[in-house]
């Protein structure tokens, strides 16, 4: 189906402030920019229960958390312990800021009864792969490490991200996997990048989702050399998938990374990773972070939360 009348009017909004091209543009500009541009489309954030800011150690650097507790009532409020989302925002690596996301986040922690730490990990050019992912599993591994800390439940780590952070997301577990653990017990992909290999040709100049444009450009930024990108926790794609983590798949039917999101489902499959997959019809790249204005990404949210929370109850079971 053709994109939805809330994809164009996406569209003229933007146009409407003169929004440039962030890929045309030097990574400092392009983070204002895209700041800028999100802030047209983001809602009032949830009440949760509380939200704290908080720096990891991991080496010489900090990274920077903000996590939220869920604000729930009935039953629940007398759980001990809830599941744990650490959450990757989206950007090309380059760009993206906790603030554009606590909509999305506080949201998903009510929804799914879950503690969420999103993670402000360290950005390209300035710090290039795998140091943005090497910030991503030390979030992981500190969530598990400090679960009844935070009252979390260690048996319920998710890892969930969106675009790049959904990349992240995707190569966190293949990275547990090889320094064995810590354990996930899910992965939640939200239009992920996962082969950035994949011909993008016939994106030249989209306004849907990342162009063929943006994607070299964020790859420039990201990596050190071309050949990386067959780097396995690069292009997940070209990874083991055997024995991973159950796998949540969120998509939009007009964003040009469909084509690689549902391959990689396929893959997960085939691996013998279960794997739920939510396609939005007429939806477009990034719908899911902006549940104020596209009504598909508040339903994407609840259709996340609810996973989740099965997942929880068949851990404590």
């Not at 979030?139 to 009844?148: G, L, M, V």
Request: charged letters at 25%.
């Amino acid at each position: 189906m053709p994109p939805s009348p809330k994809a164009f009017e996406f569209l003229d909004r933007l146009n409407s402030i003169g929004a440039r091209d962030t890929s045309t543009l030097d990574p400092v500009e392009a983070r204002k920019e895209e700041n800028r541009q999100v802030e047209l489309f983001l809602g009032k954030p949830e009440q949760v229960a509380r939200i704290e800011n908080h720096k990891i150690r991991e080496g010489l650097a900090e990274i920077p958390i903000r996590v939220y507790w869920p604000k729930i009532s009935g039953e629940q409020e007398d759980q001990d312990l809830y599941p744990i989302i650490v959450f990757f925002h989206g950007g090309g690596w380059v760009c993206g800021a906790l603030d554009s996301y606590d909509e999305l986040c506080s949201m998903l922690a009510n929804r799914a009864e879950s503690i969420v730490i999103s993670v402000d990990y360290r950005l390209a050019p300035e710090h290039k792969f795998p140091e943005p992912l090497n910030d991503c599993y030390a979030a992981t591994k500190w969530a598990y490490e400090n679960a009844k800390f935070l009252e979390g439940d260690q048996d319920t780590i998710v890892v969930a991200g969106d675009s790049a952070g959904g990349n992240l997301a995707a190569a966190v577990p293949l990275v547990a996997k090889e320094k064995g653990g810590p354990q996930i017990a899910a992965q939640i992909l939200i239009y992920g990048i996962t082969d950035l290999t994949s011909d993008m040709s016939k994106y030249s100049k989209d306004k849907f989702g990342p162009s063929k444009e943006a994607m070299d450009w964020y790859a420039k930024n990201y990596l050190k050399k071309n050949s990386e990108m067959r780097n396995p926790l690069v292009s997940t794609i070209y990874g083991d998938l055997n024995g991973l983590p159950p796998a949540i798949v969120i998509t939009a039917e007009c964003d040009p990374l469909r084509e690689q999101d549902l391959e990689y489902a396929k893959k997960l499959e085939q691996a013998g990773v279960k794997t739920i997959l939510f396609d939005y019809p007429g939806m477009i790249h990034g719908f899911m972070q902006l549940p104020s204005f596209f009504p598909e990404g508040r339903d994407a949210i609840e259709k996340a939360a609810d996973e989740i929370k099965k997942i929880y109850v068949e851990n404590e079971m």
